[in-house]
């Protein structure tokens, strides 16, 4: 296996971002949760912006959740924040604020799995602990035709075994000095994401292609392998948009143990299948409700989900008068950017302006 040449590679074809120019433990971790499920470029604001804000853990540990999750908005998986969060706050009181570099203590952070506590401690102090996220799946099962799923426990751990062998092989081979288990986890990475790619990979430019195991065989484009796919179950959201003569609504923050928990939206009620609004069984009287209108939003797919949703546009006289159910916030329409809402939220309402817009034009 020729690992200078993967490293050459990397020297040359690398994309240069913040996060590989540090070895700042709590930096690394930062763009490492951001990016899971996130294209960099995507992800490369977030991280600025995250960094800008809480340039410490114990900066980040003492942020209000409200507004942890309002500069989260719109990366989805808004448990990784809240760990994020949590986490932050167990470097804060059971490491003084320092963020580790330890491998258990990485790991027993809030949120962090294998992955990433190996990429936390190899990038900042090259500890021998090999990364394994998709690209490196896929480079792995390719350089040595693996055809075990990927998405099975047994997978999983051929897989890290796998990557933990060509690791201790390039350290225990590769010809120059300062080339530690950071700079190849990294490289290996790279080359998945920008060589070794899903479709059309480019092997004639592989630095590893001599010794691809896949390529020789001509299962390239059968590799990874996984066994199944996620059972995504179709859900109906009914929101109520209100809005009264005085420019006030409603928005609720989700609890329990649901999707989006920690989250704005505006009130509620979900269904069994489509509905239309004379048949929604409200939690409120609505006899003074005055309907002006529904939007259906395009389905909103999530990893086990997929989301029908319909906001019903609602004006009434006057939301401070009448008692409303326990959760409900009564707030100027203006103060809705203050508020951190799902990316579905924040789609309907960037529509509602431009509907709004239009009208006034």
């Known amino acids: 296996m020729d690992f ?33 499920q996130t294209r960099v470029a995507q992800g490369l604001e977030y991280y600025l912006r995250f960094v800008e804000r809480f340039p410490t853990a114990v900066d980040l540990a ?12 719109g990366l989805g998986y808004y448990s990784r924040a809240r760990n994020l969060h949590a986490a932050a706050r167990q470097v804060a009181e059971r490491h003084e604020g320092v963020f580790p570099t330890d491998y258990a203590a990485v790991r ?47 997978g999983r751990k051929e897989f890290a075994a796998a990557a933990q062998r060509l690791l201790e092989e390039f350290l225990e081979t590769v010809g120059r000095k300062g080339e530690g288990a950071g700079r190849y986890n990294q490289a290996v990475m790279e080359l998945g994401a920008l060589v070794c790619t899903p479709r059309s990979p480019q092997c004639e430019a592989c630095p590893l292609g001599t010794a691809c195991l896949a390529r020789r065989n001509g299962t390239v484009a059968e590799r990874p392998v996984k066994q ?35 989250l704005y939206e505006f009130p509620l009620v979900e269904t069994e299948g489509e509905c239309d609004f004379d048949a929604l069984p409200l939690p409120v009287d609505g006899t003074d409700w005055v309907w002006r209108g529904a939007v259906r939003m395009p389905k909103h ?56 817009a239009h009208q006034k034009g």
Request: net charge negative; hydrophobic share 40%.
């Open 62 to 73: 003492g942020a209000d959740e409200d507004e942890v999750l309002k500069l989260w908005q």
């Open 4 to 36: 200078n040449a993967l490293i050459d590679w990397y020297i040359e074809n690398h994309r240069p971002l913040p996060w590989r120019e540090t070895r700042d433990p709590y930096r690394i971790w930062l763009s490492e949760v951001i990016l899971q």
């Open 108 to 154: 027993a952070l809030r949120g962090v799995g294998d992955y990433t506590a190996a990429a936390i401690v190899s990038f900042s102090t090259d500890a021998p602990y090999a990364v394994v996220d998709g690209n490196v799946y896929r480079v792995a099962s390719r350089l040595l035709d693996i055809d075990t799923p990927i998405d099975t426990a047994a």
């Open 301 to 356: 797919v999530l990893s086990h989900r997929i989301i029908h949703a319909t906001f019903h546009r609602i004006e009434l006289p006057d939301l401070t008068v009448g008692e409303w159910p326990e959760g409900w916030c009564v707030i100027p329409v203006g103060r809705l950017d203050d508020y951190a809402v799902a990316r579905l939220t924040e789609l309907y309402l960037s529509r509602a302006a431009a509907d709004g």
């Open 228 to 262: 199944g796919r996620t059972v995504q179950t179709p859900r109906w959201f009914n929101y109520l948009h209100l809005v009264d003569r005085q420019g006030r609504t409603v928005v609720c923050r989700r609890e329990g143990n649901d999707i989006w928990r920690g």
